[in-house]
């Protein structure tokens, strides 16, 4: 009897091991993508936002203002907005299927018609996994006192 009890929660655990490890596995690609596109913002590295980036995305700046994946490709490779640099800190991933909602927090230093401003954010992205690939379909922030 207590070979059995041993075999059966070893098999348990065997069935759990493949979800715990692709759970694991799609937060550690997730968070990767986050780091990457904080990056290309910065670098204005089009291919890599085109590849991080969902045709239909909404990108919502803490000041309201809306965008598409164009639009903001565009403005960033204008140079009319740079950001000069982006930290992110306290980031959470929460997976739900094909979709990943990531919640963090952010520092940045951008330029803008010229003017220097650095300011805090609370954001929320999400990712959803489309043709074997996640991409981020959608962005909102709020600034936040230091």
């Not at 980031?91 to 650095?118: D, H």
């Not at 805090?120 to 959803?128: A, F, H, K, S, T």
């Amino acid at each position: 009897m207590k070979q059995i009890m041993s075999l059966a929660i070893s098999l348990v655990c065997l069935a759990l091991l493949p979800k715990a490890q692709i759970k694991g596995d799609n937060e550690s690609q997730i968070r990767e993508l986050e780091r990457q596109r904080f990056q290309a913002m910065q670098k204005v590295d089009v291919a890599a936002l085109n590849r991080i980036l969902s045709d239909d995305l909404i990108y919502t700046h803490a000041n309201g203002f809306e965008q598409t994946k164009a639009e903001l490709i565009r403005v960033l490779g204008s140079g009319d907005y740079k950001y000069e640099s982006i930290s992110a800190s306290d980031i959470r991933v929460r997976l739900y299927g094909e979709t990943a909602v990531v919640s963090g927090r952010a520092t940045m230093k951008i330029r803008r018609a010229g003017e220097e401003q650095t300011f805090q954010l609370c954001y929320l992205d999400v990712y959803v996994k489309q043709d074997g690939r996640w991409q981020m379909v959608a962005w909102q922030s709020s600034r936040v006192e230091p």
